[in-house]
């Protein structure tokens, strides 16, 4: 009977050291550590640039973006609003306006009582020129928030800017 086929593990070949000799010069964890970090705070440091060449990276790149987003929300979108903000302002920097409002409604779910959703939210239908969707967005929220001058200061502005 074969090795494999009564349940023993194998195991790969060792390989053999030639020179057991110290290096002359020796690095430690820490020093590696400590590099690392000091390359994470450099100011200068950007993380590559993705090429992508055909829709179906660019499917692949939305739907992995889009689930380290989720993945985000479910562990901590209700204490930090901003995951809230960058995930739906990437759905809008991906020209998915339905999505960006989804996300937009979800935010507001989890804290109405937020001005900045709301404010962030009307900007985004306004700078499209989605006006009606904009006016739903002010109306709903000067009729949660009556006291937020700030709401109400906006949507007068629109109303007046596009005089429809």
Known sequence: MSAAGS???????TMKVKN???????????Q???EAKEIQLEDDFKAPKTIITDPEELAEYRLKKRKEFEDNVRRVGRWNHTIWIKYAQWEESQKDFR???SVWERA??????NVTFWLKYAEMEMRHRFVNHARNVWDRAVSVLPRIDQLWYKYIHMEEYYDY
Do not use: F, N, S
Not at 7 to 13: A, F, H, S, T
Not at 20 to 30: N, S, V
């Open 20 to 30: 057991k000799q110290p290096a002359h010069r020796q690095i430690t964890a820490e």
């Open 99 to 101: 999505r960006a409002r």
């Open 7 to 13: 349940g023993e593990v194998r195991l790969p070949k």
């Open 32 to 34: 590696i550590l400590r």
């Open 108 to 113: 507001i779910g989890c804290d109405y009582r």
